[in-house]
């Protein structure tokens, strides 16, 4: 394995995140608590992998810059900052939400959760349209810097 890697492996952790995070939905709507905290702990774990592998990939790795077709770049563009800016607001609700949960405060974890996962879930899937957009979709994107 190496740096260039992480791309694509970021992409299955948000893939697999977004299925854990639609799992634990189902099953707390269902009533099924058990099985939506192991939902919910497996899309945490997930989701912070991602994010070790992503400040990995970004230290050592190039910066990627989208270029072509220049008239997709302002959907790209819109897609990145939202995804960006929502990644940052949801750690914080994360946290909330799972402190409450572990402290039984179940009303109080269920009106973080109202805004927390409906975030982390376009955060999720947003994650996996960006590196289908930079990698697969117009992989003609240009490093900045050389990948060492």
Known sequence: MSIQDLPAINA???????????????????????AHRNCMVAALITSTIFLACYLVYHYYAAITKFTEPAW???????????????????????????????????????????????????????????YLILYQIFPQTKPLLPIP
């Open 72 to 130: 997709f770049k302002p959907i790209y563009l819109t897609i990145l900052i939202s995804h960006v800016i929502l990644a940052v607001v949801i750690v914080p609700l994360i946290i909330i939400a799972v402190l409450h949960a572990i402290k039984g405060r179940f009303e109080q974890h269920k009106k973080v959760t109202r805004w927390a996962w409906p975030l982390w879930m376009y955060v999720s899937v947003t994650g996996v349209i960006v």
């Open 12 to 34: 299955s952790l948000n893939t697999l995140s977004t299925v854990f995070l639609l799992l634990g939905y189902r099953y707390i709507r269902a009533g099924n608590r058990t």
